[in-house]
């Protein structure tokens, strides 16, 4: 399956707001996972809701339920795409569930946030995704995520790293 970009040009505003508001579940989503682990996702999931986008709701319910349940990231890739393609004709909500898809697996894998928020800022273009990649790094930092990562890496075992 080909992936679908809508130019944030051509998008209106509610659009744009969209994608903002994909961005910043997944961001604040990642932060709670690296935290206190993915199943503390389960309620913010359940209570996720969009009179907007309703599809783009529901699809990202499901497929981050696929992860707190521990389902395998190929069986998620393989729901996940096929619920895309099967769900909109519209390019826009293709984008979004694409999106939407890409946060969901970097979650599961245990991406760390700021890299995250660079992979989904990715749909906005270079020039849109700098200024808002700074509010959400600057979010992501005042979280204590650094401190908790900072921690993480000071508590690992060097004897075990391998060069």
Known sequence: MEMVFVRYDDMNEAQKAEI?????????????????????????????????????????????????DGVDENVLIDIGKTLISSSTDNDFEKMCFEMILGGTMGIQRGENPHILAQRLSAYMGIVESETFIEKEFAKIDSSDFSNHFENQIDSTDESNLTE
Do not use: H
Not at 29 to 38: L, N, P, T, V
Not at 50 to 68: D, E, G, S, T, W
């Open 20 to 68: 903002f508001n994909i961005i910043d579940t997944f961001i604040d989503f990642s932060i709670k996972a690296w935290k206190e682990g993915i199943l503390a996702l389960e309620d913010d999931v359940n209570k996720l809701f969009n009179k907007a986008f309703p599809k783009n709701c529901l699809y990202m319910k499901r497929v981050l339920q696929f992860v707190i």
